[in-house]
Nanobody, 127 residues
Framework: QVQLVESGGGLAQAGGSLRLSCAAS????????FAWFRRVPGKEREFVAA????????YLADSVKGRFTISRDNAKNTVNLQMNSLKSEDTGVYYC????????????????????WGQGTQVTVSS
């Protein structure tokens, strides 16, 4: 059974940092696309960042470029989201997602293409 488990959320002050991790288990991953989405109050779930499990290019939403970084930790089998210079508008529930199929194209930013999802972790940024 595939499981994606997020950790690392919490409370941070504006300008501060948090690091989210997504532990993936239950199947063998190769070039599957992994992504972070977030649901902020009053908005639809939105794409934040993506990269392949095998590494390579990373993709970031314009709203987080220069502040967030997505990376892989091979030793821990995780996909991580380093969030710096946090803003109050970054407050929301952050979800890790993964595609079951491998498609050799840029990551899709629509949530429906991702078959696997974690339970989400709350990030709250106080101003």
């Amino acid at each position: 059974q595939v499981q994606l488990v997020e950790s690392g959320g919490g409370l941070a002050q504006a300008g501060g940092s948090l690091r989210l991790s997504c532990a993936a288990s239950g199947r063998t991953w190769s070039s599957n696309m992994f992504a972070w989405f977030r649901r902020v109050p009053g908005k639809e779930r939105e794409f934040v960042a993506a990269m392949r499990w095998s590494g390579g290019p990373t993709y970031l939403a314009d709203s987080v470029k220069g502040r967030f970084t997505i990376s892989r930790d091979n030793a821990k089998n995780t996909v991580n989201l380093q969030m710096n210079s946090l803003k109050s508008e970054d407050t929301g529930v952050y979800y890790c997602a993964a595609e079951s199929k491998i498609r050799f194209e840029a990551p899709r930013r629509e949530s429906y293409v991702y078959e696997y999802w974690g339970q989400g972790t709350q990030v709250t940024v106080s101003s």
